[in-house]
């Protein structure tokens, strides 16, 4: 019995292994938040919720990648929290081209909304979809998940 369970963990840990890795390749950008605390303190956040957050968006693939930013940045991002969404508003949106080359970084401010509002912290991630043709958080089931990289977690206390 115990060489029959060894013998499946040695088949078992180099397919997570392997699957990790795949995961990791379709993912070439690693994905920073901070909240702007002064946002926090405005009238937007009070009334309506509104907050600022800074993302950092970096380039880990050993090729040069491709993103789509917007005048407007909240149409390339999701979140992973119901109460939590990007700002995606604007009459106009104007879309450009970037070239990240490996290891480059790019930042932007997103503004996001908290709503319905909750008492007490509440925890998001906001998902990066480099090649938005649309406001992604707006038709979710529309962005190929495969192709959204994940931020850390942050955590809104009012």
Not at 9 to 17: D, E, G, H, S, W
Not at 48 to 73: C, R, Y
């Given at each position: 019995?115990?060489?029959?369970?060894?013998?499946?963990?040695?088949l078992?840990?180099?397919?997570?292994a392997?699957?990790?890795?795949?995961?990791?390749?379709?993912?070439?950008?690693?994905?920073?938040?901070?909240?702007?605390?002064?946002?926090?303190?405005?009238?937007?956040?009070?009334r309506?919720?509104?907050?600022?957050?800074?993302?950092?968006?970096?380039?880990?693939?050993?090729?040069?990648q491709?993103?789509?930013?917007?005048?407007?940045?909240?149409?390339?991002?999701?979140?992973?929290?119901?109460?939590?969404?990007?700002?995606?508003?604007?009459?106009?949106?104007?879309?450009?081209?970037l070239?990240?080359?490996?290891?480059?970084?790019?930042?932007?401010?997103?503004?996001?909304?908290?709503?319905p509002?909750?008492?007490?912290?509440?925890?998001?991630?906001?998902?990066?979809?480099p090649?938005?043709?649309?406001?992604?958080?707006?038709?979710?089931?529309?962005?190929?998940?495969?192709?959204?990289?994940?931020?850390?977690?942050?955590t809104?206390?009012?």
């Amino acid at each position: 019995m115990k060489k029959a369970f060894t013998c499946l963990l040695l088949l078992i840990v180099p397919y997570f292994a392997s699957a990790q890795q795949s995961t990791h390749q379709n993912h070439p950008f690693a994905v920073e938040l901070s909240i702007v605390t002064a946002s926090l303190h405005k009238e937007l956040f009070s009334r309506n919720g509104g907050f600022l957050v800074d993302a950092k968006i970096t380039n880990i693939s050993g090729e040069d990648q491709t993103i789509t930013q917007w005048s407007q940045p909240g149409w390339s991002w999701l979140s992973d929290n119901p109460v939590i969404s990007p700002d995606i508003s604007a009459l106009q949106n104007f879309p450009s081209t970037l070239v990240l080359k490996s290891s480059e970084v790019y930042r932007t401010r997103v503004w996001l909304y908290f709503y319905p509002r909750s008492q007490g912290p509440v925890s998001f991630r906001l998902g990066f979809f480099p090649r938005a043709k649309f406001p992604v958080s707006g038709r979710p089931n529309e962005v190929p998940r495969d192709q959204v990289s994940w931020s850390n977690a942050v955590t809104l206390t009012q």
